[in-house]
């Protein structure tokens, strides 16, 4: 099986990303978000190892890119806690910074500036998950994630380094994070240029975790989510009139603070001012090069 694959091979009428290939570092995550979407189809999520062969399989893979963007990672987060010692998302830049690529970061670590001597090489971008500016709300949410003020600072440090940064405020649960004024505010202010934004998603185990943490919250949203909502795939979303209320809320923020915008996987496309994933801030590459690995 492939280590680099196209995104979104499903081809899903609500993902408006523009073509690109991903792949994962590592299987699995260990921030534990209570929201995650993937711990439903990926066995023992919580628990980290990196993929089998990562680097020989990368290498030899690599060698083929032509200009393609690679997105750094779309099913699990490429800087796991583990990464800080281990270091093999780094390594896997090191391979991708020799090669003919455009490379998106998609991450909740604010471990990513670490490596900003790398994607300085590439044309890159940075897309940190921020789904609240309250630390304390983020605690319970993503128990062991960075907390957001770290990624805040992170946007920020990056931005001086030359690196582009997008935010992705995702999922929003209407009563716990839905008033992101204050949150996009101070990212317009580090230097972020663009927002993507996207609703809770129910799936039977985060729903059962949302409403451990947030019984009261998850009660109230029952109605919106199982008599009013939107079935699509093995997920429940929010009803379409409610999810573009909600996000043109949020989409006239950013227009306010002349930050791009876009949507993720809701159907509502007409809401974006800009490609959806941010992917539009990677600069282009100024000439065409023969990877080295080749």
Not at 240 to 269: I, N, P, Q
Request: charged content about 25%; overall charge positive; aromatic content about 6%.
């Amino acid at each position: 099986m492939p280590l680099i694959s196209r995104f979104d091979p499903w081809r899903s009428s609500l993902c408006t990303c523009p073509p690109k290939l991903t792949f994962n570092p590592y299987t699995g995550c260990d921030h534990q978000c209570l929201y995650c979407y993937a711990s439903s189809y990926i066995q023992n999520f919580q628990d980290i190892h990196p993929k089998k062969e990562l680097l020989a399989t990368l290498k030899r893979e690599a060698a083929k890119l032509s200009g393609e963007t690679i997105s750094l990672s779309n099913s699990s987060d490429p800087y796991p806690r583990i990464e800080a010692s281990e270091g093999l998302t780094r390594r896997c830049l090191e391979v991708l910074a020799e090669c003919n690529c455009r490379i998106q970061i998609i991450t909740k670590s604010n471990l990513v500036t670490r490596d900003d001597d790398l994607l300085s090489k590439v044309p890159a971008t940075v897309a940190l998950t921020i789904t609240t500016g309250d630390d304390n709300l983020a605690r319970i949410i993503e128990p062991y994630a960075p907390p957001p003020s770290q990624r805040i600072r992170a946007a920020q440090d990056l931005t001086k380094a030359g690196i582009p940064v997008s935010v992705r405020i995702d999922p929003i649960i209407p009563a716990l994070n839905d008033q992101p004024q204050k949150l996009i505010s101070e990212l317009a202010s580090v230097g972020v240029k663009h927002i993507t934004a996207s609703t809770y998603k129910a799936k039977p185990d985060n729903w059962t975790r949302l409403t451990h943490a947030f019984p009261k919250v998850m009660e109230q949203l029952k109605p919106l989510y199982f008599q009013q909502g939107e079935r699509v795939g093995g997920s429940v979303l929010l009803p379409k009139d409610y999810r573009f209320k909600l996000l043109k809320g949020v989409r006239d923020l950013a227009v306010d603070c002349d930050l791009g915008f876009g949507v993720c996987r809701e159907g509502l496309a007409e809401l974006n001012t800009a490609a959806c994933d941010g992917s539009w801030l990677m600069p282009k590459a100024k000439e065409a090069k023969q990877c080295r690995l080749a």
